[in-house]
T-cell receptor, first 112, second 116 residues
Framework: DGGITQSPKYLFRKEGQNVTLSCEQNLNHDAMYWYRQDPGQGLRLIYYSQIVNDFQKGDIAEGYSVSREKKESFPLTVTSAQKNPTAFYLC???????????FGSGTRLTVV | AQKVTQAQTEISVVEKEDVTLDCVYETRDTTYYLFWYKQPPSGELVFLIRRNSFDEQNEISGRYSWNFQKSTSSFNFTITASQVVDSAVYFCALSEVKAAGNKLTFGGGTRVLVKP
């Protein structure tokens, strides 16, 4: 079945470490997105990519980095520069805004 | 700038009651899409419905219904005869088309708690 796979489901990071969250899709979608969700809050856009080798900053890109070397993959790195990284991270993809997004199941990152 | 407002942060009802979720949006685009997504406790957002800006026909699908009013920039969602399985966070979203890329802007979400 086609879909989006995010891994790991839970991730623990020590302060000062970089961590990379994986997002893979087999839907043949061109566009991919990363959102951050804090408890009791909505989704805030971190980065998005419309095509391979191109990506744009969202509303809260500071402290994060991405790459889009393959159509299927859009990994997110949470760097040590991100001061408050504990959150739920959602990856999504889209073939067209007409159809909206397909979401992954998310990665819950906790800094310990 | 695009903006989506869900004024209700949490709604608590008893099973079989109806519940209506409000969504108000702001956009300068003449063509746009509106969405409702459901986020159950598992975390993954599930698509419920899409409306485009030219289609103001309201729709009923099973226990769900939607009321889109362009004149008031509102896109409200009603669950009729709620069930415990409807307990989730519901998000309203608005499309944004830009040269740099297309994306959705989400409201803050409304948590619905249906008690047995």
């Amino acid at each position: 079945d086609g879909g989006i796979t995010q891994s790991p489901k839970y991730l623990f990071r020590k302060e000062g470490q970089n961590v990379t969250l994986s997002c893979e899709q087999n839907l043949n979608h061109d566009a991919m997105y990363w959102y951050r969700q804090d408890p009791g809050q909505g989704l805030r856009l971190i980065y998005y990519s419309q095509i391979v080798n191109d990506f744009q900053k969202g509303d809260i890109a500071e402290g994060y980095s991405v790459s889009r070397e393959k159509k299927e993959s859009f990994p997110l790195t949470v760097t040590s520069a991100q001061k408050n990284p504990t959150a739920f991270y959602l990856c999504a993809s889209s073939v067209s805004l007409f159809y909206g997004y397909t979401f992954g199941s998310g990665t819950r990152l906790t800094v310990v | 700038a695009q903006k989506v407002t869900q004024a209700q942060t949490e709604i608590s009802v008893v099973e079989k009651e109806d519940v209506t979720l409000d969504c108000v949006y702001e956009t300068r685009d003449t063509t746009y899409y509106l969405f409702w997504y459901k986020q159950p406790p598992s975390g993954e957002l599930v698509f419920l419905i899409r409306r485009n800006s030219f289609d103001e026909q309201n729709e009923i699908s099973g226990r769900y219904s939607w009321n889109f009013q362009k004149s008031t920039s509102s896109f409200n969602f009603t669950i009729t005869a709620s069930q415990v399985v409807d307990s989730a966070v519901y998000f309203c979203a608005l499309s944004e088309v830009k040269a740099a890329g297309n994306k959705l802007t989400f409201g803050g979400g409304t948590r619905v708690l249906v008690k047995p």
